[in-house]
């Protein structure tokens, strides 16, 4: 049975016994996602809004179609998530000086006052999630889930090759 000393993770489906690290992997990224929007509530963003705002900090005034491409998102999401943070007076959308059919997106007096809110929620999720972790173990799990990223990156673009 699920859950027992037999080694299967609670909540495993017996179908998934041949993908236990997939599984495993679903479950971290579930709760993961849930622990960021618990921290993120106190500053009105959802999970995935703060990558958006993130990227304006780094890179400034974007179109919003290089946000697709830049966050592997959809242009319909990234529509929505636009429009929620222009709601929330963190962006601003102008149309494109040079291409009328683009958008550009710029983070506003209010978004970029988010920025250490935001930072210091990162730490806090980062410290949650690896506290039990010592700093090599925490590095060997870094160096784990790159090697893991690079993979289906290859079979994703693989995938879509074939």
Known sequence: MAGQDDGVAIGEPG???????????????????????????????????????????????QRQADLVKVLDSDAATMTRTVQRLERAGFVRRTPSPTDRRAVIVESTTAGH???????????????LTTGALDPARRAELLELLTAVERTLIGAVEETHAG
Request: glycine share 8%; hydrophobic share 50%; charged share 20%.
């Open 113 to 127: 006052a988010l920025r250490s809110q935001v930072e210091s929620i990162w730490q806090d999720l980062e410290d």
């Open 15 to 61: 179908a998934a016994a041949s993908g236990r690290v997939s599984h495993a992997i679903f479950r971290v990224a579930r709760l993961h996602r849930m622990l960021a929007g618990l921290l993120l509530r106190r500053t009105g963003l959802y999970p995935g809004q703060e990558l958006v705002m993130m990227h304006l900090w780094d890179v400034g005034p």
